[in-house]
């Protein structure tokens, strides 16, 4: 178990039609980041959230976009749903400090998209 | 830009040790990690290294850095069938950010 959970864990969508998907991070940890993983593929770095603002970013169109609030916890939301969108999108959560970065970076279960 | 190279697929006996590769392009990283993913489910942290380490051992998985070659592997002792799944290795960028840059990982499979 590490800490990070996330939600629904399966749900199916249509084309064009938007979705949310859900992240609490482990206790301490401040700073989520997200990640899409095709059938068959490593994951791919969506974007990462601290202090409650976007400071990273992968290669995903704006369509992609999240919030992270004063909990730590985490929200990624997917407009116009496209049918490449189907994948595995985890959740990832890590302690940043002032200076040095922790190692540690915890992934949850997964919500796992198929768009029709 | 920054790539991450695996072999797809690795067939071992039980009880045998297993040796799972890893190459990666950018010099820039500061911690590379192995994660372990069974079917259906996310990723499970085994272990990570710092860049300035060359081996770290964590009871029966040893962890090895050559910075000069950009290559780290993952040796696991005593392999047992729980052990097979999906290994992925990742490596983490300066920066600050919690980018990592994964392998497509490789399939472990463990036979008696």
């Known amino acids: 178990e590490t800490g990070v959970t996330q939600s629904p864990t399966h749900l199916i969508k249509t084309r064009g039609q938007q979705v949310t998907l859900r992240c609490s991070s482990q206790?301490?940890?401040?700073?989520v980041s997200w990640y899409q993983q095709a059938l068959g593929q490593g994951p791919q770095f969506i974007f990462q959230?601290?202090?409650?603002?976007?400071?990273g970013r992968g290669n995903f169109p704006p369509r992609f976009s999240g919030l992270q609030f004063p909990n730590y916890s985490s929200e990624l939301n997917v407009n116009a749903l496209e049918l490449d969108d189907s994948a595995l999108y985890l959740c990832?959560?890590?302690?940043?400090?002032?200076?040095?970065?922790?190692?540690?970076?915890?992934f949850g279960e997964g919500s796992r998209l198929t768009v029709l | 830009g920054e790539d991450v190279e695996q072999s797809l697929f690795l067939s071992v006996r039980e009880g045998d040790s297993s040796v799972i590769n890893c190459t990666y392009t950018?010099?820039?990283?500061?911690?590379l990690y192995w994660y372990k993913q069974e079917p259906g489910a996310g990723l499970q942290l085994l272990t990570y290294?710092?860049?300035?380490?060359d081996m770290k051992q964590d009871q029966r998985l040893t962890v090895l850095l050559n910075k000069k070659d950009k290559h780290l592997s993952l040796r696991i002792a005593d392999t047992q069938t729980g052990d097979s799944a999906i290994y992925f290795c990742?490596?983490?960028?300066?920066?600050?950010?919690?980018?990592?840059?994964f392998g497509a990982g490789t399939r472990l499979a463990v036979h008696p």
């Open positions: 950018d010099s820039s990283s500061t911690y």
């Open positions: 990832a959560s890590s302690l940043v400090g002032t200076s040095e970065v922790a190692g540690e970076l915890f």
């Open positions: 206790s301490g940890h401040n700073t």
């Open positions: 959230y601290y202090r409650e603002e976007e400071n």
């Open positions: 290294i710092f860049s300035n380490m």
């Open positions: 990742a490596v983490r960028l300066s920066g600050g950010y919690n980018k990592l840059i």
